[in-house]
């Protein structure tokens, strides 16, 4: 049985940093690339950053390229995402998820079935 659940988030202000924690079970990260994704109210969720199963390639959504980081720990099946030069309109609900298939970049939220329960980011002053 898949389960994800993600923690790390917080609040924090502008220019702030958070690191997020997925763990998953039920799978092994290295079988599937995975994603970050994240959704703020009355938005779409959408994906920031993906590592690919072979950990040798990543992608990021130019709203966070440069400022966030995607690693993951194969020995604790854990995928974390640094989160630096934090911004508000980096607030959202923050996802990670399997792709199901090798490579990034991750598609529509809409393609995949296995989610956690999301972990808060509010980042004001």
């Known amino acids: 049985q898949v389960q994800l659940v993600e923690s790390g988030g ?13 763990v998953a079970s039920g799978f092994t990260l290295d079988s599937y ?3 970050w994704f994240r959704q703020a109210p009355g938005q779409e969720r959408e994906g920031v950053s993906c590592l690919s199963s ?3 390639s ?5 709203s966070v390229k440069g400022r966030f980081t995607i690693s993951r ?3 604790k099946n ?33 393609e995949y079935d296995y989610w956690g ?3 808060q980011v509010t980042v004001t002053s």
């Open 58 to 62: 990543t992608y990021y959504a130019d």
């Open 78 to 110: 854990t995928v974390y995402l640094q989160m630096n030069s934090l911004k508000p309109e980096d607030t959202a609900v923050y996802y990670c998820a399997p792709l199901g298939y090798y490579y990034c970049p991750p598609g529509p939220s809409t």
């Open 10 to 22: 917080g609040l924090v202000q502008p220019g702030g940093s958070l690191r997020l924690s997925c």
């Open 73 to 75: 720990d194969n020995a």
């Open 54 to 56: 072979s950990g040798e």
């Open 33 to 35: 690339a995975i994603g």
């Open 117 to 119: 329960q999301g972990t």
